[in-house]
């Protein structure tokens, strides 16, 4: 189940980063070009909005079974433990916790430019932090 579990976590992480570049290209372009807020735009939000939270699940599942999570004297002494114990969890909540103060906030604006603004400023401070975090494990992008 462990190994399930880590292969579908590590492959959304293209379908999470994909959706992240896609919302941020549309939200600047809409917030630099005046366009209107559509419905293929909520759309975009929307399946980012999901897919990350997917992947939160996923993440939390494997933070209570991953052998790479320990609790000890050693942990904040071992980087890696360290990382997956601590480091991990705490960008990649922060990212999504981004992207949901995204989706909802810039639902309750009142324009089309501040709806464009709000989710490319918080969807690329997330996509920032996501890989942020993912350099910082070592494993490498892909």
Not at 103 to 123: D, E, G, M, Q, W
Request: hydrophobic residues 50%; positive net charge; without cysteine.
């Amino acid at each position: 189940m462990y190994q399930a579990l880590l292969t579908t976590h590590s492959y959304l992480r293209f379908v999470v980063l994909i959706l992240l570049i896609v919302v941020i290209v549309t939200s600047l372009a809409g917030w630099l070009g005046k366009k209107d807020y559509t419905n293929t735009d909520n759309k975009l939000n929307l399946s980012l909005f999901i897919s990350t939270h997917i992947q939160l699940l996923l993440g939390l599942i494997l933070y209570v079974v991953s052998p790479q999570v320990r609790f000890g004297e050693t942990t904040m002494k071992d980087s890696l433990t360290r990382y997956w114990t601590v480091e991990h969890l705490t960008i990649m909540l922060i990212a999504v916790v981004l992207i949901t103060m995204a989706r909802i906030t810039s639902k309750k604006l009142p324009t089309a430019a501040a709806k464009h603004k709000r989710v490319f400023i918080f969807n690329l401070i997330a996509f920032l932090l996501i890989l942020l975090g993912i350099y910082m494990s070592g494993r490498g992008f892909y």
